[in-house]
């Protein structure tokens, strides 16, 4: 792994225990001198967009694997929400600066062809979903999205929190996204 990488990794880490730790934790952690942190990002500003655009490309490549592993859209969906669920706890610490994983710094943030591709592939599943009938054709896919968003928003909360076990945290996201859109 390169020094840049190993700095963000080592970012991620440390700031989502303590957002306010210093480069020279971080540095540490990467077991580079901060000098060399600096040769990387001129400042913690820097350091976090490489994180955020670090979350965005993880992001979008578990949702295409999480649309890939199937052909049941059912399943698709499912396994994206789970999907978000682990990218939203994996970067708390962008979850806690933005408080929500929003479209709008999907947009800002990913011009790229995976996001595109992710993009489509969620607006594909709930056309299908409404001609099998498990969706009512009147839930708009734009409203299912938000709704989207903000369960895996909730999800994390509720895994930053403790207050929900972690083994069933994604089961009751499911179930609760699920039943929001009308399906049993």
């Not at 992710?118 to 409203?143: C, G, H, K, M």
């Not at 909730?154 to 859109?181: C, H």
């Amino acid at each position: 792994m390169d020094a840049r990488q190993r700095i963000i990794d080592a970012a991620i880490t440390v700031l989502n225990e303590d957002f306010s730790a210093p480069l020279d934790r971080i540095a540490e952690r990467a077991d580079l001198s901060r000098r060399t942190l600096h040769r990387y990002f001129t400042d913690r500003t820097a350091l976090i967009e490489a994180c955020r655009d670090d979350m965005m490309q993880t992001w979008q490549m578990a949702m295409l694997q999480a649309c890939n592993t199937t052909e049941d859209p059912l399943l698709q969906l499912e396994r994206m929400l789970y999907a978000g669920i682990d990218c939203g706890v994996r970067y708390i610490f962008l979850h806690k600066l933005t408080d929500q994983l929003s479209e709008n710094t999907a947009v800002s943030t990913s011009k790229s062809g995976v996001y595109e591709s992710t993009r489509d592939n969620w607006f594909q599943l709930i056309p299908e979903l409404q001609r099998r009938q498990l969706i009512s054709e009147y839930v708009n896919a734009t409203w299912i999205r938000l709704l989207f968003i903000q369960m895996i928003s909730a999800t994390v909360q509720a895994y930053q929190s403790g207050d929900i076990a972690q083994n069933d945290i994604k089961k009751l996201a499911w179930y609760s996204f699920r039943r929001s859109i009308g399906m049993e």
